[in-house]
């Protein structure tokens, strides 16, 4: 299962400038929308579960409120395009999901849970959840949507494979029948009501062998061509779904006529078309018969080009549904009309910080640009920079004029870090600690900054909030954005992840301080466990200006003897300024299809002494998605050289001793599998090739053979990181050459022990292990390993790729042992 590792990340609302569009078809679909009178909630697992068809069509033709909980954040994934793990993978794929959602213009909530990895059940999902806390976030969620309709990816009953995705089914089910009902969370009901929707939908699926659609379901086609738009649901679908980028989930544009099956699973389970008795127009809405014909007229009278004409109904519509008592709709619609308003107006507005990053103390400068393209009468009359001050003003924006107002302000001492809100505590039971309910369910923090200002539109007052970005122009990308963010005054970087302390022996590690603050003065303390020694342990920093960075070293030694070797602990950095007493390490995360992020965690460094034979080794390395394997390697003591296309093509592949490949190389390196011959010939000739996992999917096909012998590569895996490892063959030389191998080498993994375990291996083929998960059969393909000539070939689905970076002794010593393989 996946641990917590206590991480703060910066990261604010969707990081693009408040660009509204101007497009008089997009004004006109904001107008249908405003008509529109109702909400769906779609609710499946993870990050990609969604539908990106079916929320298209509801957002773009059907014009409803759409929304997508995903119970997790993705956490527990793998990552096609980086290293990241844990709560940056969630980050990442946080982001990834208000990509989409920009895209197919539905909106985006979570709960409070971690994706812990890949479970078999809903019974282990619900004891690592905890059912009873995720149910009553879903619930909360429900209350506070007030959806007319609730769809789930999947059923409860197992077809949907990961139990995550079971478990979401069976809690939407379980929600839809309590919401209503006060008895259940009763503390909820301070912020939202009790709320009842209407009915229950499962959108069944055709997943390859996996059909669940039948010919009774519910249909509707979502393939429909929206020619204001000018593009169909399925292109935008694709759009939207290409977003998953660290999964590998980019795909081609289906054209043509789409269906969508739906089964009723409770409530107004009569229909046999989608929404037949849902009533989405104003008339559901007491008091709102003016809104009704009002709205139905500014939509009729609609100029394409002259929208600003639309003024005057907006505003009476506007002071119409002030009026509604109907909060949830009240509040909806007068979002809808601001920014309707906006658009017919032609009022375009960012606003924008100097810098990406600032320090409490620090000084920031904010500013407004804003910009009327239209001849609507308009005047810029205050702003507010955030909690700074405000300037009165009375200045007309004349057509096509940009006006830019700014003031630089001193960003107070005691400013919190942006930290994201779930991180800020250490969860507990499998979900992450909230101190603010408000916040459950929002998907990222609200920007550091913002600025708020009033306009005078035709004579109305209308009030609007702007966050503050950064923005600068990249010279191949040209103009773009990302968050701001409050930073603290310094960050302290090691130059490992772990720190394994190899039979005893003293290692260097090499602290790098940067200035994040304008000047920064402090000393640094180099704090280490019990039966641990660190000289030097304290440095200072004098005068270090912003963004100049500073290198110590530190020794880091074990006390005593190996017979009295210390446990595993942390080496933890105090920082002391006048400004800070803690420090953090910073990690930018720089990936273009999200908005930069800057990931912060307490500066400290896992020591683990580990006793581990190994003899010297030439070793090549071929990348495969992203993985801290090679680093490890060189910790261990090997040689380590990069392996690209051209090396495997061109060099002389007998001078490595070993080469290695990444996880999911074949996938990720479509090249590869043309270099077969001559990876056999390596391994004919005395070189040992290891295989880590890939999988056999859309993500690149792998070849007919990978290894000397045919094997395939299975969907099995072991999720229980604490399932017991047989050792088969207890006397074969990898169990037991250079490092004797013991069941207690399996203690302390982390997540799982393996995925994509190989089947259906030739007899050449030894598999030494075997585990399994409680009630399942015993799998042995986690490590099979072959001599083939004067070498070996290996392929493990077991997770080094988390376990070495983890610091897990065992992993170490039994990589060791599949490096050293040689024949006798």
């Known amino acids: 299962m996946w641990r917590y590792l206590i991480l703060f990340i910066l990261c604010f609302q969707y990081s693009q400038a408040q660009k509204p569009s101007f497009n008089p078809m997009d004004i006109k679909m904001g107008l249908e929308k405003f008509n529109t009178v109702g909400t769906v909630l779609y609710i499946a697992a993870h990050p990609d579960d969604e539908n990106s068809r079916l929320l298209a069509y509801l957002v773009r033709e059907k014009h409803l409120r759409t929304c997508y909980l995903s119970l997790n954040r993705g956490e527990g994934g793998q990552n096609l395009i980086g290293k990241e793990q844990g709560a940056a993978l969630g980050i990442i794929r946080t982001n990834e999901l208000l990509q989409a959602r920009a895209v197919d213009g539905a909106e985006q909530f979570f709960t ?78 301070g912020r939202v009501k009790p709320w009842q929707a209407k009915t229950l939908y499962w959108n069944t ?31 935008i679908a694709a759009q939207s779904r290409s977003q998953h980028k660290s999964q590998g989930f980019g795909v081609s544009t289906n054209r043509g006529s789409s269906l969508e099956y739906l089964k009723n699973i409770d409530g107004d389970t009569l229909c046999n078309i989608l929404f037949c008795n849902n009533d989405f127009s104003w008339g559901r809405i007491k008091g709102a018969e003016k809104i009704k014909t009002e709205g139905e007229k500014v939509l009729a009278e609609f100029d394409y080009e002259n929208p600003q004409k639309s003024l005057p109904l907006l505003f009476e519509l506007y002071d119409e549904v002030a009026k509604l008592k109907d909060d949830y709709w009240r509040e909806q619609k007068t979002k809808e009309l601001k920014q309707l308003i906006l658009q017919c107006s032609g009022i375009w507005f960012e606003a924008v910080a100097n810098n990406y990053f600032v320090t409490p103390g620090d000084s920031v400068n904010l500013k407004l640009n804003i910009i009327n393209y239209r001849n609507a009468e308009v005047y810029l009359k205050k702003i507010s920079y955030d909690k700074f001050g405000n300037t009165t003003l009375d200045r007309k924006l004349e057509e096509n004029k940009l006006i830019s107002q700014d003031q630089t302000f001193q960003v107070p001492s005691k400013e919190p870090y942006s930290f994201p809100y779930w991180l800020l505590k250490s969860p507990i039971a499998g979900r992450y600690q909230i101190s603010d309910p408000s916040l459950i369910g ?12 009033t306009l005078d539109i035709n004579g109305h007052d209308l009030s609007f909030s702007a966050p503050v970005n950064y923005k600068w122009t990249d010279p191949t990308e040209g103009e773009k954005y990302r968050p701001v963010d409050i930073t603290p005054p310094a960050s302290v970087n090691f130059n490992e992840n772990v720190c394994m302390m190899m039979n005893g022996k003293q290692q260097e590690i090499k602290l790098t301080v940067r200035s994040l603050k304008s000047t920064f003065t402090g000393q640094l303390s180099v704090e280490v466990p019990a039966g641990y020694k660190a000289e030097p342990s304290e440095f200072n920093i004098s005068n270090l200006n912003k963004n100049d960075r500073l290198t110590f070293t530190t020794i880091i030694s074990i006390i ?73 390697m060189l910790q261990m003591g090997y040689r380590v050289t990069l392996l690209k296309e051209e090396n495997i093509k061109n060099d002389d592949l007998s001078k490595f001793d070993v080469i290695v490949t990444g996880v999911r190389a074949y996938n990720t390196n479509s090249w590869l599998n043309s270099y077969r011959q001559k990876l056999m010939d390596y391994v004919n000739g005395g070189g040992n090739y290891v295989v880590q996992y890939n999988t056999n999917n859309n993500l690149g096909k792998l070849g007919e053979n990978i290894g000397p012998y045919p094997f395939k590569i299975s969907r099995d895996r072991v999720t229980d990181e604490l399932a017991v490892m047989e050792m088969v063959l207890p006397n074969h030389d990898i169990l037991n050459v250079p490092n004797k191998i013991t069941k207690a080498d399996f203690d302390n993994w982390i997540q799982e022990r393996g995925i994509y375990f190989a089947s259906d291996a030739d007899k050449a083929y030894a598999m030494p292990l075997s585990c399994h998960d409680k009630g399942e059969n015993p799998l042995t393909g986690g490590l099979i390993t072959a001599p083939f000539g004067k070498g070996f070939f290996t392929y493990t689905g077991l997770v080094f790729f988390r376990e070495l970076p983890a610091g897990v002794p065992g992993a170490y010593r039994l990589f060791a042992n599949i490096i050293e393989q040689k024949r006798h």
């Open 112 to 189: 409070r849970v971690i994706d812990f990895g890949y479970s078999k059940s809903p019974e282990e999902t619900f004891q690592f959840w905890n059912h009873d806390s995720v149910l009553s976030d879903v619930v909360y969620l429900i209350r506070k949507l007030q959806p007319d309709v609730i769809i789930t990816r999947f059923p409860t009953t197992g077809e949907g494979g990961h139990g995550h995705h079971t478990a979401s089914a069976i809690l939407a089910g379980e929600a839809f029948r309590i919401t209503n009902n006060s008895k259940y969370y009763p503390h909820q009901l």
């Open 442 to 453: 929002k998907p990222i923090n609200d920007a550091a900054f913002s600025i708020n200002f």
């Open 560 to 632: 005593g003897t190996n017979s009295t070797m210390p446990v595993p602990g942390a080496m933890k950095i105090k920082l002391s300024s006048p400004s800070t007493e803690v420090a953090y390490s910073l990690h930018e995360m720089n990936y273009q299809h999200i908005p930069y992020q800057m990931l912060f965690q307490e500066a400290e460094i896992k020591l683990v002494p580990v006793e581990l034979s190994t003899t010297p080794k030439n070793i090549g390395y071929i990348e495969g998605a992203g993985d801290d394997v090679m680093a490890c």
């Open 205 to 235: 699926f055709n997943f390859g062998s996996n059909n669940t659609q039948r010919d009774d379901q519910l249909k509707t086609d979502v393939g429909l061509f929206n020619s204001l738009i000018g593009e169909s649901y399925n292109e």
